[in-house]
C-alpha cells in the first residue's frame, strides 16, 4: 500500500465523519437533508442488507461488495443511523449542548428532552437550574 492509497482511505474516513456529524447537527431541522446524506452514504458504500442465520438467531448485516475499508464503515455507521431516525425519528439525534463538548448522542428519554451527551452534563445543568430558582 503506498501513501496516496493511504491519504486517499483517510480522505475517505473524514468524508464519512463529516456526514455522520452533518447528520446529527442537522437531525431535528432538516429531516429530509440528513434522508438524503445517509441514502447518498450508503450508495457509494455499495450497502447491500444481508439475512443471516447462525445458532438458532436470525439477524441482518450490512455489508459493502467493495474492499474498501471507508465503504464497510460507511455502510455500517449509515445504516444503523437509518433504522434509528425510522422508529425514534430525527429529532432524537442531537449533539450535546454542553459548553465545549462535541458529543453527540441518541435521545432514549421518555420526553424526547435530552440535550446533554452524558449524566454527567445533564446532572450539572439540572443542579444549575434548580440553584438559579
Known amino acids: 500500500m503506498g501513501a496516496g492509497d493511504s491519504l486517499g482511505r483517510l480522505t475517505e474516513a473524514r468524508a464519512l465523519r463529516e456526514t455522520v456529524r452533518a447528520v446529527l447537527e442537522r437531525a431535528s431541522a432538516d429531516a429530509a437533508g440528513i434522508a438524503a446524506l445517509i441514502n447518498d452514504g450508503l450508495r457509494r458504500s455499495r450497502a447491500t442488507p444481508e439475512l443471516r442465520h447462525d445458532h438458532g438467531r436470525w439477524w441482518t448485516e450490512i455489508t459493502s461488495d467493495t474492499d474498501r475499508c471507508a465503504a464497510h464503515l460507511a455502510a455500517i ?13 430525527p429529532a ?10 462535541r458529543g453527540t448522542f441518541v435521545d432514549l428519554s421518555r420526553n424526547g428532552s435530552k440535550q446533554f451527551c452524558a449524566h454527567r452534563a445533564s446532572g450539572a445543568a439540572y443542579r444549575r437550574r434548580l440553584s438559579s430558582r
Open 77 to 89: 455507521t449509515l445504516s444503523a443511523l437509518a433504522p434509528v431516525i425510522a422508529t425514534l425519528g
Open 92 to 101: 432524537r439525534l442531537g449533539v450535546c449542548a454542553g459548553q465545549n463538548c
